[in-house]
């Protein structure tokens, strides 16, 4: 199983709405990632778990809070957003943190926030 | 400020033409290079990749060039179809990095034109 899944698929969202985005892979892998993406842009990286511990986080607003239950999981928490983060949530898994691992990307959530 | 500069930014390309896209890089630390395939709805997906030792890798119809001295890589899409319509993106890495981390360019969206 390669597969990264992502749920929902689509959320709409009130600047004062508190909501999850969720990741799962079953692929074994020890980093996961959270990436936004806008409409014809590449992916920023936002969060890296490394062994279920944040390693990376690259100056995210405090409104997105990523939390990893366990190896398999990831979660997005999202709360008093702004229309500017309406964007497509990507969610990656790799072997580990280090260079040359595949990075095995979600679908994404596409996030709209009113 | 963008690590890797991609071109062109679009491109048209008849079916059984040849598409080719370029990056460019400043930072000689970069000694991982893949590029990754994006359909509309879909996360990037990891198409092809190659390391600095060698100057050429090929999978298929697609195929990456690499320039050492000029920090230059391109992709080849050979006889292009239909289903290749999508947007590419460059990236690139270090293992120096003790992260990994993709730095993306700015992504090439190809038509293939029936």
């Known amino acids: 199983d390669t597969e990264v899944t992502q749920t929902p698929k689509h959320l709409v969202m009130g600047m004062t709405n508190k909501k999850s985005l969720k990741c799962e892979q079953h692929m074994g892998h020890r980093a996961m990632y959270w990436y936004k993406q806008k409409a014809k842009k590449p992916p920023e990286l936002m969060f890296v778990?490394?062994?279920?511990?944040?390693?990376i986080n690259e100056s995210v607003p405090s409104r997105f809070s990523p939390e990893c239950p366990n190896s398999s999981l990831l979660n997005l928490h999202l709360h008093a957003l702004q229309p500017e983060d309406s964007a497509l949530y990507l969610c990656a898994s790799s072997q580990d943190q280090t260079a040359y691992n595949e990075q095995f990307f979600g679908p994404g959530t596409r996030l709209t926030v009113l | 400020q963008q690590q890797v500069k991609q071109s062109p930014q679009s491109l048209i390309v008849q079916k059984g033409g040849i598409s080719i896209i370029n990056c460019a890089y400043e930072n000689t630390a970069f000694d991982y290079f893949p590029w990754y395939q994006q359909f509309p709805g879909k996360g990037p997906a990891l198409l092809i990749a190659i390391r600095p030792d060698v100057s050429e890798k090929k999978e298929g119809r697609f195929t990456i060039s690499f320039n050492k001295s000029a920090k230059q890589f391109s992709l080849h899409i050979m006889d292009s179809q239909p289903g290749d319509s999508a947007t590419y993106f460059c990236a690139a890495t270090s293992k120096t990095d003790s992260w990994g981390k993709l730095q993306f360019g700015a992504g090439t969206q190809v038509v293939v034109t029936p």
């Open positions: 778990y490394s062994y279920e511990k944040l390693s």
